[in-house]
């Protein structure tokens, strides 16, 4: 079964750091470009970051920029997400989604569970 | 690029025929993806390239446009379709989506 499955989110101060993990299978992790979305409560979807399937892409959104870090290690079929300097406003359920193919036309289509990352003092 | 959605939410009955609109702030061609949500779930891939439908996905569920107007259209609503809809522009980073329809039972 092709299957994504987030893990990592929990509670966080302001100011501090968690890392999410993305696990894959079901599929050749390696030949996927891949991404990060979230969610805030009661709000809509906001795409937060890109890496392609090498690494040799990164993009991120501007509210995450300097403070985000997407990573992954297609030997163990995982994606990352480091968050730093996190901030009350990052609090949301963040998903794993890859992009469906290489091309410009290509939507997400397998998403994870969520993972739920809350930011209060 | 930015997306609008509307209406942001709808009231319909089982069997109406109902329709989406999201524009976007410049043209995209057909890079296009529409998803649908249901509370405490995670999105699902239902069209992309503005008008395919994605294997899996029922054919009442259909899209139109390029450049910058799109439409989703539900051809007769069924009581798994009550959920959010959003569009998602693929053409070029950061992927915007748009804010979202709520579609509810009338």
């Known amino acids: 079964e092709v299957q994504l499955v987030e893990s990592g989110g929990g509670l966080v101060k302001p100011g501090g750091s968690l890392r999410l993990s993305c696990a894959a299978s079901?599929?050749?992790?390696?030949?996927?470009?891949m991404n990060w979305v979230r969610q805030a409560p009661g709000k809509g979807l906001e795409w937060v970051s890109f890496?392609?399937?090498?690494?040799?892409?990164?993009y991120y959104a501007d509210s995450v920029k300097g403070r985000f870090t997407i990573s992954r290690d297609n030997a163990k079929n995982s994606l990352y997400l480091q968050m730093n300097s996190m901030r009350v406003e990052d609090t949301a359920v963040y998903y794993c989604?890859?992009?469906?193919?290489?091309?410009?036309?290509?939507?997400?289509?397998?998403w994870g569970q969520g993972t739920v990352v809350t930011v209060s003092s | 690029i930015q997306l609008t959605q509307s209406p942001s939410s709808l009231s319909a009955s089982v069997g109406d025929r109902v329709t989406i609109t999201c524009r976007a702030s410049?043209?995209?061609?057909?890079?296009l993806a529409w998803y649908q949500q249901k509370p405490g779930e995670a999105p699902k891939l239902l069209i992309y390239a503005a008008s395919t439908l994605q294997s899996g996905v029922p054919s009442r569920f259909s899209g139109s446009g390029s450049g910058t107007d799109f439409t989703l259209t539900i051809s007769s609503l069924q009581p798994e379709d009550f959920a959010t809809y959003y569009c998602?522009?693929?053409?070029?980073?950061?992927?915007?989506f748009g804010p979202g329809t709520k579609v509810d039972i009338k």
């Open positions: 890496i392609s399937s090498t690494a040799s892409y990164i």
């Open positions: 079901g599929f050749t992790f390696s030949s996927y470009n």
């Open positions: 989604g890859r992009r469906s193919g290489p091309n410009t036309v290509n939507g997400f289509d397998i």
């Open positions: 998602q522009q693929l053409v070029t980073y950061p992927l915007t």
């Open positions: 410049q043209d995209i061609s057909s890079y």
